[in-house]
């Protein structure tokens, strides 16, 4: 290669999540499998995602949060999602959650140049990536157990997480 034809590459974009503690990951599974949901996540793939940015964000990730960012249960939402390109897309279920810290970070981060796809900032935790078509979610009591977040974190934009991540 000449050194003429060398390019440099930027990332293509930035994602930043935060990690529930281990009370939040513990209730959050007893909650899952108390009310039989199908298909559950891992605890080690329990996240929210602050702000997922098609653009590279060179904001540095806030690492250990302290106090803990805490959130409130809002509602469940199941939506369609394609975990690979030549698959049916299946049903998704989230908790969703308010969170006065998380909001403020994503506007932060939005201020300091990423991109966000949606209208609305929805923090949510993903339960199930496919819970059926019979699932009866609007059935689910309120989650009332502890939301609490301990850690940011920080990667380049993995376009194919759920590929990677829930079906290996």
Request: proline content about 8%; charged content about 25%.
């Amino acid at each position: 290669m000449k050194l003429t034809e060398f390019k440099v590459r930027a990332p293509r974009g930035t994602y930043y999540g935060a990690r529930p503690t281990k009370q939040t990951c513990e209730s959050l599974l007893d909650f899952i499998s108390d009310n039989q949901i199908p298909n559950p996540l891992e605890e080690k793939l329990l996240h929210c995602t602050v702000i997922y940015s098609r653009v590279f964000c060179g904001e540095r990730a806030l690492g250990d949060l302290d106090p803990h960012w805490k959130g409130e249960f809002d509602a469940y939402n199941v939506w369609p999602t394609s975990p690979k390109q030549d698959q049916e897309p299946t049903h998704c279920l989230t908790l969703g959650f308010i969170c006065p810290e998380m909001h403020q970070r994503h506007r932060d981060l939005r201020a300091a140049g990423a991109t966000h796809d949606f209208p609305d900032f929805n923090p949510h935790i993903t339960l199930s990536y496919d819970v059926g078509n019979e699932f009866e979610y609007l059935l689910l009591p309120h989650y009332s157990g502890p939301l609490h977040f301990h850690h940011e974190y920080s990667e380049p934009l993995n376009l194919e997480f759920v590929k990677t991540k829930v079906n290996t």
